[in-house]
C-alpha cells in the first residue's frame, strides 16, 4: 500500500466540445439530433407545444394529470402489455410538463432506438386513457398536492407568482396547479387537452451515435398519425417593474419559522443578457459561497441556506430569493437580504467573486453534459428557444470571458430591489407588528 503525501495538482481542462448537430423535417415535423459516436445507449425526447399554459382557468394540473395517465396503456395494449412492451426493449419512458412544452422522453440501447420510439409515440397519439385510471391518477397527484401544500413554502411559492404576474394570467398560477384545481380537473378536460394539443407533429430530440440511427425513420414514428401543424411560438410576455415594495403575510399560525419568498420580474431566457444576468446571480445567491449565503448563513447565523437566481421560461422569468429564517429574526433576515440585493445593484462585483462564477459556470456546464439524457435536454433549449446550434460552445466561453463590466452592468440593469415583493409565510399575529414598524413596504395579507 503506496500513501501519497501530498494532494495531486488539477491538471490541464480539456477543450469542452458540444456535439455534432443534425436537423430533418421529416413529416410535418422536425428531428434535431447531436452524435455521440460509438455511444451504446441513445436518449429521443418528443417534446410538443403542450405547455401548462394551455390549461383553462380552474383546472390547472390537467396536463400533469394527462403526463402521468400515459403509462396507464394505449388503445391496443394495457399497462401491464405496454410495460413488458418496454421492458422488453430495455427502454425508459418519462413523460412531464413545464411551461413551454409537453415531453415524452424514451432512452433505450441504439439498435432499439427506433421500436423505443414507436412506443413512446402510441402512449403519447393514443393513449387509453380509461376514466377509472384518469380518475385514479388525478386523484393521487391531488393528495399529493394536499399534502405538499401541508408543509411551509407551496403557499409562499404560489402567492410570490400571483403577485408578480397576477391571478388573471396563467403564469400568476402554480405550473402543476393546487390541491383544489387539480381536484377539479375531469376525465373530458384530459381528453379535450390531449386532443387539441398532443396531436401535432411537434420536434424529435435525439442524441446517440447517428451512424447507426435512421432520422428519417425515428421522425415517420414520431411524427406518423398526426393531423394538426405546428402552432408559432407566442411572443414573450411585457412587463413593468413596480415602484414600491410590497409585503405580503401569508398566516401559518405558530410557525417557529418564516419562509421568505422575495422577488421580481425579469426577462425571458432568449435575452441577450443571459449570461451577465446568471453570472450577477451567482454572485448574489446562486451558489454556497455567495453573497447572500455567507452573510445571512455564515455571519448571521439566522438560516441553514439562502437561495438567490434568475428563472427564465420562452416567455417570462423571474428573480427570486428562497429561504427559511428563525421566526424571532424575520425582518433582520429581510433587511440584510435588501441590504445585498441593493449593494449588488449598486455596485456590481468584484473580479474576485467573478472569478469564482465564472469558473463553477463554466465547470458545471460541461459536468452537466455527459449522457446522452442531459444532450437531449440541452438541445431542448435550443429548440425552445430559438438559440443557434453552437449556442453551447459559445455559452462556456462567454461564461469564462464574461468582464467584470458586463456583470455589473446586468446587476444594475436587472435587479430592483425598490420593486420586490417581499412574501413572508409565518405566524402572523408575531409578524405582523413587525413588519409594519419596519417599513419594509404596503403590507398586505395574502389571498389564497
Known sequence: MTLVANRPE?????????????????????????????????????MLDAGATHESSGREGTATVLAKSLEEGTRTRDSTAYALALEGLGAELSASVDWD???????????????????????????????????????DEATALRMDWAQPGPRADATLRKDLFGAGDRYGRPLHGDPTSTAAVTVDDVLAFHEAWLRTPGVLLVAGDLDTLDLTALGEAAFGGTNKKNKPHEDPTKYEIR?????????????????????????????????????AATVLGGAFTSRLNHLIREVRGYTYGIRGSYAMTRRFGRFEVASGVQTAVTVPAITDTIGEIARTQLDGVTEEELAVARSWRA????????????????????????????????????????TVEQVSAAAAKHLHPKGLTLVVEGDAAVLRDELTAAGLGELVDAEI
Open 10 to 46: 488539477a491538471g490541464e481542462a480539456r477543450p469542452y466540445r458540444f456535439p455534432e448537430i443534425r436537423r430533418e423535417e421529416v413529416a410535418g415535423g422536425t428531428v434535431v439530433a447531436a452524435h455521440l459516436p460509438g455511444q451504446l445507449l441513445a436518449s429521443s425526447l418528443l
Open 101 to 139: 412544452s409537453f415531453r415524452v422522453g424514451v432512452s433505450a440501447p441504439v439498435p432499439v432506438l427506433l421500436d423505443a420510439v414507436r412506443l413512446a409515440a402510441e402512449a403519447t397519439r393514443t393513449p387509453r386513457l380509461d376514466p377509472a385510471d384518469v380518475t385514479r391518477v388525478r386523484d
Open 243 to 279: 415602484d414600491g415594495r410590497r409585503v405580503i403575510l401569508v398566516d401559518r399560525p405558530h410557525s417557529v419559522q418564516s419562509t421568505l419568498r422575495i422577488g421580481h420580474r425579469s426577462p425571458e431566457r432568449a435575452t441577450p443578457d443571459y449570461v451577465p444576468m446568471t453570472l
Open 363 to 402: 465547470g458545471q456546464l460541461s459536468v452537466e453534459m455527459q449522457t446522452p439524457g442531459a444532450i437531449v435536454g440541452a438541445l431542448s433549449t435550443l429548440v425552445l428557444h430559438g438559440l443557434p446550434d453552437d449556442y453551447y460552445p459559445s455559452l462556456r466561453r462567454e461564461y469564462l470571458e464574461a
